[in-house]
């Protein structure tokens, strides 16, 4: 298996573009996560899915982010309009549980100028 | 990938030597806990688990202890090498899993 696969590895955008960030879990993993790193706030959760549905999207920051897991293999994190308080790398993990076992993508550097 | 942060706790061994990490919980009731490492560029990797009716679990060359008294939780790496610098992070899950904010280990050749 390729692990889970991110794309792009790095965005470069300028202020009120939409990005979209997206990832392709492991075959088989029932959940898919997304989180944003930053030095200031470490590692946050923003939202999960579990078998494509999202269960819990409490650490979304605002309306301007969303999240669809359209099919399996398959989900995108979009920002609309970005922000420069949004630059950050930005990590898919998939699991077969909730409560561990994840694996993280390499994640997405994103910079909004 | 900028894992580091600024305000990362960090700590330097010498080659060789054994490592200690400690890590805080804040949930009583988290009952799984997990530690990560993450290389520079790359997402956190899988090091090592424990459940909560366990206070010492050992892997190749990593050992984590836990202590549900004080809520702490410690990596140790025996025989530290160059490609255990990183950072790591320790965490905690009752249902979701929650990230610590990460110690830097540097290891002096």
């Known amino acids: 298996d390729a692990g889970v696969i991110q794309s792009p590895r790095h965005e470069v955008t300028e202020m009120g573009q939409e990005v979209t960030l997206r990832c392709k879990p492991i075959?088989?993993?029932?959940?898919l996560f997304w989180y944003r790193q930053t030095m200031m706030r470490g590692l946050e959760l923003l939202i999960y899915?579990?078998?494509?549905?999202?269960?819990?999207d409490s650490g979304m920051p605002e309306d301007r982010f969303s999240a669809k897991m359209p099919n399996a293999s398959f989900s995108t994190l979009k920002i609309q309009p970005s922000e420069p308080r949004d630059s950050a790398v930005y990590f898919c993990?998939?699991?077969?549980?909730?409560?561990?076992?994840?694996?993280f993508g390499s994640g997405t550097r994103l910079t909004v100028v | 990938g900028e894992s580091v942060g600024l305000h990362l706790p960090t700590l330097s061994v010498q080659e060789g030597d054994n490592s200690i990490i400690n890590c805080a919980y804040s949930?009583?009731?988290?009952?799984?806990f997990i530690w990560y490492k993450q290389e520079s560029g790359k997402g956190p990797q899988f090091i090592i688990d424990?459940?909560?009716?366990?206070d010492k679990r050992q892997g190749q060359r990593v050992t984590v202890l836990l202590n549900k008294t004080v809520k702490h939780l410690s990596l140790q790496i025996a025989a530290t090498q160059p490609g255990d610098s990183a950072v790591y992070f320790c965490?905690?899950?009752?249902?979701?899993?929650?990230f610590g904010p990460g110690t830097s280990l540097s290891v002096i050749p």
């Open positions: 993990a998939s699991s077969l549980r909730l409560g561990g076992g994840y694996t």
């Open positions: 075959s088989g993993h029932d959940y």
């Open positions: 899915f579990n078998n494509n549905v999202p269960i819990d």
């Open positions: 949930n009583s009731a988290s009952d799984y």
């Open positions: 424990i459940r909560s009716n366990m």
């Open positions: 965490a905690e899950s009752r249902d979701k899993v929650i």
